[in-house]
């Protein structure tokens, strides 16, 4: 498999990681995902890992860095479906993956994305991001 | 990776195909699902086999029974994402995937389903289906 598919879904995208990611491959997503949101003028990012039994080093860094890129591109990232076990190993590896929202599945994710954009739209406040790229007419074309 | 990780998304189940199916996955993923079906009280299965480049009969085979076991239980099954080659592919083996709904992306499928589903809750005359499982007041806990 060359690259991993990127589901539009309103205003989240959603990628589900099911095979062991190689260098290329990780490459391939980020690149993939920040063009994606730039076109589809996405709000959010969900990663689920469900599927992952072992999650590395290499992985670890992967996700914060999508979720970074996500984030200046005023995007917010949620990892989703972690297995315990992968819990735990991360932990004791001491990667606690800092900087990315998790949550237990994809809906709890959408819930959580749901009111943390519902509040930064509400009261403006919310994400430091809009500063770099504020909320766009555009946005409400969909 | 020994089974393809199936999303609850509110009424949907979503599976995202990347990987080339084999027997034994195959197997699972129908096994699966049918659980999960039951389980999480799902009205439709989205598969989303953008990622695929090949669909051979095999594949095919498996669409058709997984949207076969789905409509016993009660829900739909939408093909979603499916590349143009593998379109062309499909009908020249003469696979031209009976019974077996298609949608360009997991957006449009979804849209399809919401007016399938509401269309049969509505007026009540939609679906075969509904005499073998009629849509139960545990529906509207959701």
């Known amino acids: ?23 290329r491959l990780a490459m391939t997503l980020q690149e993939d995902l920040a ?59 001491g990667l606690a993956l800092p900087g990315v929202r998790t949550a237990l599945n994809v809906e709890k994710g959408m819930e959580i994305l749901r009111r943390s954009l519902g509040q930064s739209e509400g009261n403006g406040n919310g994400a430091a991001a809009e500063a770099v790229a504020p909320p766009s007419e555009a946005d409400a074309e969909r």
């Not at 589901?7 to 190689?22: A, C, F, I, N, R």
């Not at 599927?51 to 949620?78: H, K, N, P, Q, Y």
């Open 1 to 23: 498999m060359d690259r991993i598919p990127i589901l539009k879904m309103g205003e989240y995208l959603l990628v589900t990681v099911q095979v062991d990611m190689h260098d």
């Open 35 to 93: 063009e994606r949101i730039v076109k589809a003028r996405a709000r959010a990012v969900l990663i689920d890992i469900s599927a992952l039994e072992v999650v590395d080093s290499f992985i670890g860094r992967m996700l914060g860095s999508i979720a970074a890129i996500a984030r200046v591109l005023d995007a917010e990232t949620v990892v989703v479906g972690m297995r315990p076990a992968v819990a735990i190993t991360l932990v004791e590896l």
